[in-house]
């Protein structure tokens, strides 16, 4: 069974339709890239599976854990198992990470029928997770994000998404901003959350990042849908070749 | 024929003070000759209405009346009391400073009128002024409890206009708290004054918390005179009421003051919270900071007007003001109004007042990893009005204000 079934979604922005007629299908454990040119609508994609209100979803469906997705509020969608890494993470001056930490780990255990974690456990998941990606303790106790450098912002995408423990972790653009050193620290806190169970869609620009997570499918998303799907070979191609064939095929099949 | 009304308003206000007020003659007579109830027509008064008060009548209480104040302390907090009821000082439920150094004493009377009254309501304060407390902090003295003061109301129709004079002598170190709460029975106009002198090199701090109910009225002014190397805070910490007036009027009599004026307000519903504040710098060297923030919910309304007067004198001068605003309704109102003043030239001056909303990015975050709606817009205006809460430095009050701002869902601890 499909974890995630994106069938036909065609989404616009305000007057401009951006997704048209994006089909794709994860299944447990799969990590899945998505890869295209500027514009080509791979941020929207996120943007939409995790609920953003800005994008109208114009056509389609997507059934995530044979729920219907789109019916979903931002916050049910996180609680059913969705978790998307913000390309740009937003700086939330005056709440600590530890207070926002607390409050949404305490929602999707709620929603699990999961007792609260006692303050002892939860400083014990903090350290091990934090650990994962060599986030230091001092910025655990910042403001969310504030001051944090794109590194560490990054950083702290995927330390949420190791508190959070999703079905399906949506990256994207993780690796824009990075250099190489933070690059491999994000790869490795992502490598150690993958799973047979656990799915990721990772949106990338850059074939780079793929060396270090390195998907299962690969998928070249162009003017709203995608146009061609491979494996992680695609990728490389893709980054000798540019993707100014993939445009000409995709065009000639129009 | 809206004069009319209101002239029949204040007539009706006159008889209630009857002719054997305090003051027949003499400045309070004059202000009462000149003065109707003030209008939107005035500039101090621009976006206050005072009909909501003004078509009610309210009665002075003639007895101290018994009441438990025991759930009106703040837990934790060690501080000598004093208790007023309904506008009368109960000395049964206060607990006056037993040490060396400050000396609390209580009339039934004022002393004086003032040279000069600048609305009605001034004046009929001074005129039906219901008790009348005196603090005095001995020179060099540094009083160890905070000296909490405590209005409850707990009937209806109640006129509280209780004043209090604090004057912290040279070197003299204080900390004041001030609630102003009711039972649910209340229903009062409380128009307290408060008149307080910092002298040289004086500390004091004041945290006011007002917890009224919505059938309350509180109307307070704050006369604060400080001179050289006085210090002086205090925190305005609205945080229920029916509708809320506070004019702060401090002079900076002296060189090296600190003063700080910080305040949070969160009405909802239908409340009305007004802060006033003018502050004078006449003297070189002294510093003013005024940080004001609010969260209107529902149908509310705020008013922020905060003046900044630096005299030609007052060279080396650093004033500061904000004032920032959230709307959390399409029906809530705020009003600001920055006014400065500025005739010396060698000063750093800065004001910005801002109306917003929550920002949406933030929201989006916070929900996308499994938080509410009504959680993420908590968590961010608690982060919001956090910067003033934290400017409560006493860890008892800061405590109780949390916990009372907690109870009413306004903020997650």
């Known amino acids: ?254 | 024929m809206e004069t009319t009304t209101i002239s029949q308003a204040k007539e009706k206000w006159m008889a209630a003070l009857g002719t054997s007020h305090a003051y027949a003659s003499g400045s309070v007579a004059e202000a009462f000759e000149r003065f109707d109830f003030p209008t939107t027509r005035d500039e101090d008064w621009k976006y206050t209405r005072v009909a909501r008060i003004t078509n009610k009548t309210w009665v002075k209480s003639d007895a101290v009346e018994a009441c438990d104040v025991q759930s009106f302390l703040i837990p934790g907090l060690d501080a000598y009391t004093v208790v007023f009821v309904n506008g009368r000082y109960n000395a049964a439920q206060s607990f006056l400073p037993t040490e060396q150094g400050i000396h609390v004493s209580h009339e039934t009377k004022l002393a004086n009128q003032r040279a000069s009254y600048n609305h009605f309501f001034q004046a009929y304060a001074d005129a039906a002024c219901t008790d009348v407390v005196n603090v005095l902090v001995e020179k060099n003295a540094r009083i160890s409890k905070s000296v909490h003061f405590i209005h409850v109301v707990t009937n209806a129709q109640v006129l509280a206009q209780p004043r209090i004079n604090l004057i912290a002598m040279h070197g003299a170190e204080v900390k004041c708290i001030e609630s102003f709460v009711g039972t649910e029975s209340a229903k009062s106009f409380t128009n307290r004054t408060l008149d307080i002198e910092v002298q040289e090199n004086a500390s004091l701090i004041w945290d006011k918390i007002q917890l009224e109910n919505d059938a309350q009225f509180l109307m307070n002014e704050e006369n604060v005179r400080i001179t050289g190397n006085g210090r002086f805070t205090i925190n305005t910490l609205t945080i229920d009421g029916g509708w809320v007036r506070n004019a702060l009027n401090i002079s900076l009599d002296g060189q090296n003051i600190e003063a700080n004026l910080n305040g949070f307000y969160m009405p909802r519903r239908k409340q009305f919270v007004d802060n006033h504040t003018k502050v004078d710098h006449r003297l070189p060297h002294c510093n003013s900071n005024e940080l004001y923030k609010g969260v209107l919910n529902d149908q509310s309304t705020g008013v922020f007007n905060g003046k900044v007067y630096v005299h030609l004198d007052a060279q080396k001068t650093n004033a500061f003001q904000s004032c920032a605003n959230i709307l959390l309704s399409d029906d809530a109102t705020m009003n600001t109004k920055p006014e400065l003043e500025i005739y010396a030239d060698d000063v750093k001056c800065s004001h910005g007042t801002t109306t917003g909303q929550l920002d949406e990015e933030a929201l989006f975050y916070l929900k996308s990893r499994g938080i509410s709606e009504d959680n993420a817009r908590r968590l961010l205006t608690s982060a919001f009005i956090g910067d003033v809460v934290s400017k409560i430095e006493n860890d008892a009050v800061r405590e109780y204000v949390t916990q009372q701002l907690v109870q009413r869902e306004l903020l997650v601890a």
């Open chain 1, 1 to 254: 069974m499909n974890l995630i079934s994106i069938n036909n979604l065609h989404a616009r922005i305000e007057e401009k339709e951006i997704l048209r007629g994006l089909t794709l299908d994860v299944k447990p454990g799969e990590v899945h890239a998505i890869m295209g040119p500027n514009g080509s609508g791979k941020s929207t994609l996120a943007s939409v599976l995790a609920g953003r209100e800005d994008y109208e979803v114009t056509g389609g469906s997507v059934t995530f854990n044979g729920k219907d997705l789109l019916e979903m509020p931002a916050e049910e969608r996180a609680r059913e198992g969705l978790f998307l890494a913000f390309q740009y993470p937003v700086e939330i001056p005056g709440v600590s990470n530890m207070n926002f930490l607390k409050a949404a780990v305490g929602e999707m255990r709620k929603h699990k029928g999961l007792e609260p974690l006692a303050a002892k456990d939860f400083l014990k998941l903090v350290k091990e997770k934090a650990a994962l990606v060599e986030l230091q303790d001092h910025l655990a106790n910042r403001a969310v994000n504030e001051g944090f450098s794109g590194g560490e912002k990054k950083r702290n995408e995927i330390f949420q998404m190791a508190m959070l423990e999703p079905s399906l972790g949506i990256l994207d653009e993780t690796d824009s901003g990075l250099d190489i050193d933070a690059l491999r620290i994000v790869a490795n806190g992502v490598n150690a959350l993958r799973s047979p169970e656990r799915s990721f869609i990772v949106i990338t620009h850059y074939q780079r990042l793929l060396d270090y997570i390195v998907p299962d499918f690969v998928h070249v998303l162009y003017k709203g849908r995608i146009v061609k799907s491979g494996t992680k070979e695609l990728a490389l191609e893709l980054e000798e070749r540019g993707y100014d064939w993939i445009k000409e095929e995709a065009e000639a099949n129009v």
